[in-house]
T-cell receptor
Framework: SQQGEEDPQALSIQEGENATMNCSYK?????LQWYRQNSGRGLVHLIL?????REKHSGRLRVTLDTSKKSSSLLITASRAADTASYFC???????????FGKGTRLSVIA | GAGVSQSPSNKVTEKGKDVELRCDPI?????LYWYRQSLGQGLEFLIY????????KSGLPSDRFSAERTGGSVSTLTIQRTQQEDSAVYLC?????????????FGSGTRLTVV
């Protein structure tokens, strides 16, 4: 079963604009992670935010977590054509269970 | 190795045949995971190996699916009597720490097509 649900399913923006993707989940979590997937193959880990953190930055990425609303957002600033990919959130619960992935947001950045 | 390696990268098989998919995780990673992804969909968990503990097989869709991990390293996912609905990309990942406390490193996947 899928825990996280990303919103929107698809997003198209111009190069230079910011892209915001949201993830909602249902049960309590230990951490939430964001991954990127190019061309339907392997996923690349972007960032991990723990349940006691509210915001985290990595380069042009900013992730927020609101555990009271069971939601997270991923912001990509100053987007580039190379950011075109699918982005997935994944939730981690107790220590020895695997990550549960959402269905992803397809981001298209138009040059 | 430097990353997670999966082979073959593509596999076309006839309905009813058995297939074996291989995953070579990052050296020293204790946990290994198999997921599959149907076209345009999210990742569906299949099975999870953590160190020497019994694997978590709760995601395997039927008894046609099995997996093993030899010597705590290489893993093989076997699908017997393949069906067309088995067509998907099969992704393997490994992590240094078991469970969800660490990010996963994924391989490039095996695209399985059952004709």
């Amino acid at each position: 079963s899928q825990q996280g649900e990303e919103d929107p399913q698809a997003l198209s923006i111009q190069e230079g604009e910011n892209a915001t993707m949201n993830c909602s989940y249902k049960t309590s979590i230990n951490n939430l992670q964001w991954y990127r997937q190019n061309s339907g193959r392997g996923l690349v880990h972007l960032i991990l935010i723990r349940s006691n953190e509210r915001e985290k930055h990595s380069g042009r990425l900013r992730v927020t977590l609101d555990t009271s609303k069971k939601s997270s957002s991923l912001l990509i600033t100053a987007s580039r054509a190379a950011d075109t990919a699918s982005y997935f959130c994944a939730t981690g619960s107790s220590g020895n269970t695997p990550l549960v992935f959402g269905k992803g947001t397809r981001l298209s950045v138009i040059a | 190795g430097a990353g997670v390696s999966q082979s073959p990268s593509n596999k076309v098989t006839e309905k009813g045949k058995d297939v074996e998919l291989r995953c070579d995780p990052i050296s020293g990673h204790t946990a290994l995971y198999w997921y599959r992804q149907s076209l345009g969909q999210g990742l569906e968990f299949l099975i999870y190996f953590q160190g020497n503990s019994a694997p978590d097989k709760s995601g395997l869709p039927s008894d046609r699916f099995s997996a093993e991990r030899t010597g705590g390293s290489v893993s093989t996912l076997t699908i017997q009597r393949t069906q067309q609905e088995d067509s998907a990309v099969y992704l393997c990942a490994s992590s240094l720490v078991s469970g969800t406390r660490d990010g996963y490193t994924f391989g490039s996947g095996t695209r399985l097509t059952v004709v």
